[in-house]
């Protein structure tokens, strides 16, 4: 079957780095999405990434190992606001979606 | 600033009653979407549509049903509201045309069904 793993939960402390993985096993891959999600607010898209290597947008950087059945989403800087929930999905062979369960980030003082 | 906006955020219903959740979006997208989002849980696809008219069932379709008569609006529909429907409804849309499939989502509608 199609899996989508991620922690459900982590804290980290604020200007610290965060590191949030997601490993998947689906059939066919057509790219990787993250997702912040606030609570209850609706999920925004953070990155997209489809080939090996390293997205960087701002605080925010999306890693891709096709190879491996890995991303990651780095966080810098951290800031109270960045506490949410993030949530990776893959797009499958048939162009459709499979979410993980997310990742709840705490933010600590 | 685009937007996808859900009719209700909040509905309490008895089991047995008739649901309606309706989605408007603003920016001339071809695809419409229905989650359900539950704790623990990733999203989870109930029905979607590439246009007008068009309707497809996605991984648990059983219990609701849909209707697309216009491009900007898709509706999900309860016929008879179970308390396994209890959960909260994300409506999404994207354009679809070559790009990277980016969903835009609405606030969501938190169900409740006693």
């Known amino acids: 079957g199609q899996n989508i793993d991620q922690p459900t939960e982590m804290t980290a402390t604020e200007g610290a780095i965060v590191q949030i993985n997601c490993t998947y096993q689906?059939?066919?891959?057509?790219?990787l999405f993250w997702y912040q999600q606030h609570a209850g607010e609706a999920p925004t898209f953070l990155s997209y990434n489809v080939l090996d290597g390293l997205e960087e947008k701002g605080r925010f950087s999306s890693f891709l190992s096709r190879s491996k059945g890995y991303s990651y989403l780095l966080l810098k800087e951290l800031q109270m606001k960045d506490s949410a929930s993030y949530l990776c999905?893959?797009?499958?062979?048939?162009?459709?979606?499979?979410w993980g369960a997310g990742t709840k980030l705490i933010i600590k003082p | 600033d685009v937007k996808v906006t859900q009719s209700s955020r909040y509905l309490v219903k008895r089991t047995g009653e008739k649901v309606f959740l309706e989605c408007v979006q603003d920016m001339d997208h071809e695809n419409m979407f229905w989650y359900r989002q539950d704790p623990g849980l990733g999203l989870r696809l109930i029905y979607f549509?590439?246009?007008?008219?068009?309707?497809e069932k996605g991984d648990i379709p059983e219990g609701y049903s849909v209707s697309r008569e216009k491009k900007e609006r898709f509706s999900l529909i309860l016929e008879s509201a179970s308390t396994n429907q209890t959960s909260m409804y994300l409506c999404?849309?994207?354009?679809?045309?070559?790009?990277?499939?980016?969903?835009?989502f609405g606030e969501g509608s938190r169900l409740t069904v006693l």
């Open positions: 549509s590439y246009d007008v008219k068009m309707k």
């Open positions: 999905a893959v797009m499958d062979s048939n162009y459709q979606l499979i």
């Open positions: 689906t059939s066919g891959f057509n790219g």
């Open positions: 999404a849309s994207s354009s679809g045309q070559g790009d990277t499939g980016e969903l835009f």
